[in-house]
């Protein structure tokens, strides 16, 4: 069970399921889906949470109906936070690249050595 009422901010926000669907970029199915209990990948709690007018604006739909900006921002926080995962993950590849490619050079080093005693 989704601990966010899909549903229920859909709705608060006067969508219907199609335009729902089609600001987040997902299929209509997959928000049908979702409102009957369907898994929610992690990936999208963090916009669905920002879409929760009654969460961040005391309930008060008409003065939170900036839906674009809303859906605008979570999505630009989420990218934000995705490419942040990715820098930091290609930092950590590049820093594995770099210390196999000294264990490279000492091994290519012993090497030569053996074949010029040779």
Do not use: C
Not at 49 to 76: F, H, S, T, W
């Amino acid at each position: 069970m989704n601990d966010l009422d899909i549903k229920k901010i859909r709705t608060d926000l006067g969508l219907t399921q199609v335009e729902f669907a089609k600001r987040l970029g997902i299929s209509m199915r997959t928000v049908q889906n979702w409102e009957s209990g369907g898994a929610i990948p992690e990936s999208k709690h963090e916009i669905l949470r920002a879409l929760m007018p009654q969460q961040y604006y005391g309930g008060n739909v008409e003065q939170a109906n900036v839906m674009g900006d809303n859906i605008k921002n979570a999505a630009d926080v989420a990218m934000q936070s995705e490419l942040s995962k990715m820098i930091d993950l290609l930092a950590s590849k590049e820093l594995s690249l770099q210390k196999a490619q000294e264990h490279i050079d000492r091994l290519l080093a012993i090497i030569d050595n053996l074949t010029k005693q040779g």
